[in-house]
């Protein structure tokens, strides 16, 4: 089946440094990449769709500057938080689709800002 | 505003028998639903799906309905296996956004 391959899994930066994930699409390519935010004991919400080429489409409430989305290529998606808040502590996931078959997601990159 | 709901957090179920997960659903549009199952720490990973045109879809101890009159859909595993243990999450699909519920922990007893 399909894979998405996220990267880092765990990452611990300091407040005010910026913090870059990986989203890579292994076996196939995918145009649109969508990036997700889970807070604890919470639903998985929609961050953004990433497409390749253009600019991202954000979410109502998803602050564009702060989270930059770079789709790079037909297998690279990339989320910066940039200028880390403990706030942003959370677990994100990337997920893409393989043609028309349902999304595929990454194992996620719990975060944390201290 | 709450497209998606599970409002069932948990559920325990003995080993060999049936597990039901339900989902409820508020927009019309949705037009694909999927399950989806979660470990700890890991992405969600795709169980089944059904398309908004079915009412059942099976796929081995896995079984998914469909009732659109009351925006209610289900999964069914029989008979449920201590490797199941896990977070169950409903979510639909309309355009290309899909909206997860909650989830639901799913906990067999061997």
């Known amino acids: 089946g399909a894979v998405v391959s996220q990267h880092p899994s765990r990452v611990i930066c300091k407040s005010g440094t910026s913090v870059k994930i990986e989203c890579r699409s292994l076996?196939?390519?995918?145009?649109?990449m969508f990036w997700y935010r889970q807070f604890p004991k919470q639903s998985l919400m929609l961050m953004a769709t990433?497409?390749?080429?253009?600019?991202?489409?954000?979410e109502q409430g998803v602050e564009k500057d702060k989270f930059l989305i770079n789709h790079a290529s037909l297998t690279l998606s990339t989320l910066t938080v940039t200028s880390a808040h403990p706030e942003d502590s959370s677990f994100y996931i990337c997920?893409?689709?393989?043609?028309?078959?349902?999304?595929?997601f990454g194992n996620g990159t719990r975060l944390t800002v201290t | 505003d709450q497209q998606v709901k599970q409002n069932s957090p948990s559920l325990s179920v003995q080993e060999g028998r049936i597990s039901i997960l339900n989902c409820d659903y508020t927009n019309s549009m949705f037009d694909y639903f999927l399950w989806y199952k979660k470990y700890p720490a890991e992405g969600p990973t795709f169980l089944i799906s059904?398309?908004?045109?079915?009412d059942k879809n099976e796929d081995g101890r896995f079984t998914v309905f469909l009732n659109k009159s009351a925006k209610h859909l289900s999964l069914h595993i029989v008979p449920s296996q201590p490797g199941d243990s896990a977070v169950y999450f409903c979510?639909?699909?309309?355009?290309?956004?899909?909206?997860f519920g909650a989830g639901t922990i799913l906990r067999v007893k061997s």
């Open positions: 059904i398309s908004s045109i079915k």
């Open positions: 990433s497409n390749e080429g253009s600019k991202a489409t954000y």
């Open positions: 979510a639909a699909e309309y355009g290309n956004k899909l909206v």
């Open positions: 076996d196939f390519q995918a145009t649109t």
């Open positions: 997920s893409a689709r393989d043609r028309a078959g349902p999304l595929h």
